[in-house]
């Protein structure tokens, strides 16, 4: 199996608004984090696997916590198309599974956050398709896989979303009835 960035430095990123980022970081610390730094959009922090599923897990106020898999220069939509393609989704993304891409992109090259979660895509696609012979489908809305590309400054980090989605809608509305007619 691969060893992916955050194996490496046991670093994650925890998504959270600005005026809300100290009593975020008052949290993770109660919840075990070690090494927290403040950070653009968020938190950076230390923790081994079992206290990071406890953040996870236990959090009221992050949106997002991102596991980062990789990070690289990307200088060009070329460039980050074939970053992305050497990474191994193949031990991300199993068989029938599907995925979905959010992106933010800011002071880059690469200035359109939607363009670049499209190269993304057909990145994966392709790889995908070279290695299984059949590429996974994309769904926005109840994806297996979650994945964030962050492009800053010419470089782009890709994360593996923890969360499931936007930390928020955790349990909300999971079974609905119908509206009744007035």
Same mark, same amino acid.
């Given at each position: 199996?691969?060893?992916? /960035?955050?194996?490496?430095?046991?670093?994650?990123? +925890?998504?959270?608004?600005?005026? =809300?980022?100290?009593?975020?970081?008052?949290?993770?610390?109660?919840?075990?984090?070690?090494?927290?730094?403040?950070?653009? /959009?968020?938190? $950076?922090?230390? +923790?081994?696997?079992? &206290?990071? #599923?406890?953040?996870?897990?236990?959090?009221?106020?992050?949106? /997002? #916590?991102?596991?980062?898999?990789?990070? %690289?220069?990307?200088?060009?939509?070329?460039?980050?198309?074939? @970053?992305?393609?050497?990474?191994?989704?193949?031990?991300?993304?199993?068989?029938?599974? &599907?995925?979905?891409?959010?992106?933010?992109?800011?002071?880059?090259?690469?200035?359109? *956050?939607? %363009?670049? =979660?499209?190269?993304?895509?057909?990145?994966?696609?392709? @790889?995908?398709?070279?290695? !299984?012979?059949? !590429?996974?489908?994309?769904?926005?809305?109840?994806?297996?896989?979650? $994945?964030?590309?962050?492009?800053?400054?010419?470089?782009?980090?890709?994360?593996?979303? $923890? *969360?499931?989605?936007?930390?928020?809608?955790?349990?909300? /509305?999971?079974? *609905?009835?119908? +509206?009744?007619?007035?």
């Amino acid at each position: 199996m691969t060893e992916f /960035r955050y194996h490496k430095t046991g670093l994650f990123y +925890a998504q959270i608004s600005e005026e =809300a980022k100290t009593l975020g970081v008052n949290e993770l610390k109660e919840l075990g984090a070690q090494e927290i730094q403040l950070d653009y /959009r968020g938190v $950076l922090f230390h +923790a081994d696997m079992v &206290t990071l #599923f406890k953040i996870v897990y236990r959090s009221r106020l992050f949106s /997002r #916590f991102l596991a980062p898999l990789h990070r %690289f220069d990307a200088l060009s939509e070329d460039m980050l198309y074939q @970053r992305i393609k050497t990474m191994k989704w193949e031990e991300i993304i199993k068989p029938g599974q &599907t995925f979905a891409i959010f992106a933010n992109v800011g002071n880059s090259k690469i200035n359109h *956050s939607r %363009f670049a =979660a499209q190269k993304m895509k057909d990145s994966i696609w392709d @790889r995908l398709r070279e290695k !299984r012979g059949e !590429r996974p489908d994309i769904d926005t809305k109840n994806p297996d896989v979650w $994945l964030n590309l962050f492009i800053n400054k010419n470089k782009a980090t890709v994360s593996l979303d $923890l *969360s499931g989605g936007s930390h928020h809608k955790r349990g909300y /509305r999971q079974e *609905s009835v119908d +509206a009744p007619l007035m």
